[in-house]
């Protein structure tokens, strides 16, 4: 039998270091929306967060106190263009590191006004959390999660501390921690077979135990913002799991100190039925990563007009294979209804036959007139199994039931 799945969407949304001045102005320059976004995002803040985004000095944006509220509103851009031009209800939403914020101001946990607020003194607070030079983070592709543990513990002591701050795939990794103790880490891993190292233009050892004065400054002020509640799911880069109202708190502080859990976000994304994933904003690296991961998911990096236009392509050939698929199913159907009764039980008869064709008619109308992937797939699989059981009640044969199944 040929069940056609329809899409579950997630929107991910990238971390510090996905920055660029120029960032976002296609978008400012094509929608409304976008303009009216960073004229917010500017009064709120008290600087030209967008002259800092469209034209600023790159040295100027790559500061942490200005990378991540420019971060944020160039991803919250990209999704207000999305909801423009895109007809997509996601189920999940998870961004990395700094993108947990921008999920969760997108799903509604966080006003605009308090997203924008809390990752500006985030940034300043991890800034002051470490003196410039103390601390430094590392990108290592091709060397295994156990190595490189096992050479943490070895550099580090109770003074020097270097440990992984990010899984972004089962072959790419984030070190961080103090500048000393990570060169030596840095000229062992390059002694390793196929090892790629870089260090990362950040500002400090982020996601370590060096960020605790921040993280603890940062708990002080999220108990000043008031939570709402989420329109979607939000998967914790702490636990790699959904938020929930009474731990976000917890987590947005543990996760100041504790490693991003990538990898395992992107597992829980697939093992949840995810077929769709939408990054909104700006470059590809979250993107690049699900692909690399898990090839079956069509992923889309939405930035500009044009890539845009892409996914919407995409999608408007998904929704002509609805169609298909709707047509395919009203056939299985009429098949089904003429197909030869062998069974004379009358109350059966109405149980198994009038009963769920009418249920069926009433499906297919919900279905030529929803949008919602969700219930979709949900209303597809539930007439695949009412046809079934027309058929066994009238007790068709089994290879005559495979055929008429086969249509589907």
């Not at 094509?30 to 303009?35: A, G, L, R």
């Not at 009963?355 to 279905?367: A, G, K, T, V």
């Not at 992937?373 to 027309?390: C, F, G, Q, S, W």
């Amino acid at each position: 039998m040929n069940g056609f799945q329809m899409n579950k969407v997630s929107f991910i949304f990238p971390g510090q270091g996905s920055q660029y001045v120029g960032m976002s102005k296609e978008l400012w320059d094509n929608f409304t929306v976008v303009k009216r976004l960073f004229e917010e995002a500017d009064d709120t803040l008290g600087v030209k967060l967008s002259k800092l985004c469209f034209e600023g000095d790159s040295q100027e944006l790559l500061q942490t106190m200005n990378a991540q509220p420019a971060l944020l509103t160039a991803s919250l851009a990209a999704y207000y263009a999305s909801r423009e031009i895109l007809e997509l209800e996601p189920q999940l939403l998870a961004g990395h590191s700094l993108g947990e914020y921008s999920a969760l101001v997108c799903s509604g946990f966080f006003s605009l006004q308090d997203g924008l607020q809390i990752v500006r003194k985030r940034g300043m607070f991890m800034q002051q959390a470490t003196a410039n030079g103390v601390g430094t983070m590392v990108a290592v592709a091709n060397v295994s999660a156990t190595i490189l543990e096992s050479l943490c513990q070895e550099i580090s002591t109770d003074r020097d501390v270097i440990s992984i701050a990010c899984h972004n795939s089962n072959n790419q990794y984030v070190l961080s921690g103090h500048t000393e103790p990570m060169a030596r880490i840095v000229e062992q891993i390059k002694r390793l077979e196929h090892s790629k190292v870089n260090y990362l233009t950040v500002s400090g050892p982020f996601h370590s135990i060096l960020m605790k004065p921040a993280a603890d400054k940062l708990a002080a002020e999220l108990k000043k913002i008031p939570l709402r509640k989420g329109r979607w799911p939000v998967v914790s880069n702490v636990t790699a799991l959904p938020h929930d109202e009474f731990s976000i708190y917890d987590l947005l502080y543990k996760q100041m100190i504790s490693p991003v859990r990538w990898t395992d976000t992107m597992d829980y994304l697939y093992q949840n039925g995810i077929t769709v994933a939408l990054e909104l904003g700006p470059r590809k690296v979250l993107g690049q990563l699900m692909k690399e991961r898990y090839p079956s998911i069509s992923t889309f990096s939405i930035n500009t007009s044009s890539s845009l236009t892409e996914a919407d392509k995409w999608l408007s050939k998904q929704q002509t294979t609805r169609k298909f698929t709707l047509e395919r199913l009203e056939e299985g159907f009429a098949a089904a209804l003429i197909a030869r009764n062998r069974n004379g039980d009358y109350k059966q008869h109405m149980e198994g036959v009038v009963y769920p064709s009418q249920q069926i008619r009433n499906r297919i109308n919900q279905l030529q007139n929803h949008k919602n992937d969700t219930v979709y797939n949900a209303v597809n699989t539930e007439v695949l199994e009412l046809i079934r059981t027309i058929l066994t009640t009238k007790q068709v044969p089994e290879q005559e039931q495979q055929t008429i199944l086969n249509m589907i």
